[in-house]
């Protein structure tokens, strides 16, 4: 919900201990460091081939069916020679498996033939035989010309498509003389291809054996993974500081509330350090906080932008937004609970790494909206509740109502939208800048009471007065030039004209928002469409109706239901992202990066 505060801290030590402070900051795991001296370029982030490849064969032998069991401790461990064993074994079995299907494909082409075996060449007095597959429209002009060449020739097998040939003669024809090449079936025999087949896929139970036998080091290979990353930071951090003759310095960005940790540490490790607050002229890395319940929504809000150190954390907006977005274009209670029952499957898996126990928990509250949305608009896989139940009685919309569900996009939209400038407005410095924000609020609210009191007088000049009062804020406010004179009157106005030129921004934006309303409609009419095409099936006279109807059911109400989640997932964040975000983020930062050590997690 916050950006953590943030110190700048510089570190002074000997030259003679600066590998000891290093490490003991890594364990520290609370500093962003900041480049000085000869490493204030962009960073060389690139592993070294070595690691490369190593973690190329720990990707490698994590994919197999089931892991042997791992060994926590071998003295006999080699790095390098397991992982040329894996990507060893890695290169067999592809190599085995293209084998494998190269031979089919040539079984397969030869299947047509039959199962023979050429004959040695004196055998047939020096003649040989010619294989042709002569589709049926080329075949009377294809017997034709072997006619008028004199040569023997015999069909083996036809096809609906084509008839197989063979031919005897001493020299392969003159292809100008038939309409078809010739087939080329290779030298060995279909009995021989099975025999390689069989012996291919022996190979490929050897290599996979081996490959499974490979998974017992998965464990060793992630520790030495792990401490050779450590290693490259550690070499990347010693990179970032800066050597001043027998004394060494390193400074970077720490939370504040770690700074009494640091402070015990330069005590213990006998250095000299001060921390300070940043200036106008730092760009400091942005660090988020919030509630583990909520950390979900700080992930969707990096996934396309890092807010600015000193912009605001709209994690919490962002978490819930999206939730009701998604909510609204799922638009089906009967998903939402299938989609739960779903989760509370896989719920325990899904707690094994951090990014998906926050994962699980925006699933389940999405889910949840999602029921309550489904509820309140009265749809069950596309069927409304029975007329005088209870749940009938729960529904108080209908989603084939255009003008209203209209209308409930629009406002979504609009508050939506006044939040983000209202969180603008609330955390504004100048009059300047709190003067737009609170403008832009107005016109939205002027474009509401236009649209929903339509027709009515207090709607109109409601929305008039607002729509007048944002416009003259925004036109005579919202520059920052000082006021002192005619000429410094018109530069200011020229600003608040420019500024106004947001005003068909806005519009589009807040219409965006009607993409809720047509995408829920959309996955309601589909689930509506295919019960219909299900219950007429049944109705029918059609063999097997009934599982027809039901199979007609699970795949149209599988795909809608897959199409929703795309759609849910993709607009509920666009919306978060480019019209929320164009309103209430000015600024975008970097993350916080901490130098630390890397836990094993296997």
Known sequence: MTIVALAKVSIFGLAAEKQAVLEGLQALGCLHLIPLGAADGPADFTAPQPAVEAREALRYLMDVRQRRYQLKVDPTFSLEAVVAKALANRSRKRAAEDRILALRHHLAELAPWGNFRLPALGELGGQRLWFYRVPHSKLEAFQQALEALGLPWQRIHASPRHGYVVLIAEQEPDQTLLPVQRAHVGSESPEDLRAQLDQAHVDLDDIEAEHVALSRWIFLLSKHLIRADEQVAL??????????????QVQGWMPRHDLPRLASFVQRMGLASWAESPTSEDTPPTLMTNPDVLAGGADLVTFYETPGYRDWDPSVVVFFSFAMFFAMILADAGYALVLGALLAVFWKGMGARPSSRRFRVLAAVGLLFSLLYGVLAGSYFGAPPPTGSFLAHLQVLNLDDFAVMMKVSVVVGALHLILANGVVAVRAVSIAERAKPIGWIAIILAGLSLYLGAGTSAGRDLGLGLGGGGLLTILLLSSERPLDSLGSLLLRLLDGVASLAGLSKLFGD??????????????????????QLAGEVYRSDVPLGVALSLLILILGHGINLMLAIISGFVHGLRLNFIEFFNWSLNEEGYPFAPFSKKETAL
């Open 235 to 248: 070499s990347q951090a010693g990179e970032k500081s800066a050597d001043r003759g027998r004394v060494f």
């Open 510 to 531: 807040v219409m965006s928002y009607l993409r809720l309303f047509a995408l829920g409609l959309a996955s309601a009419s589909l689930a509506l469409t295919f019960n």
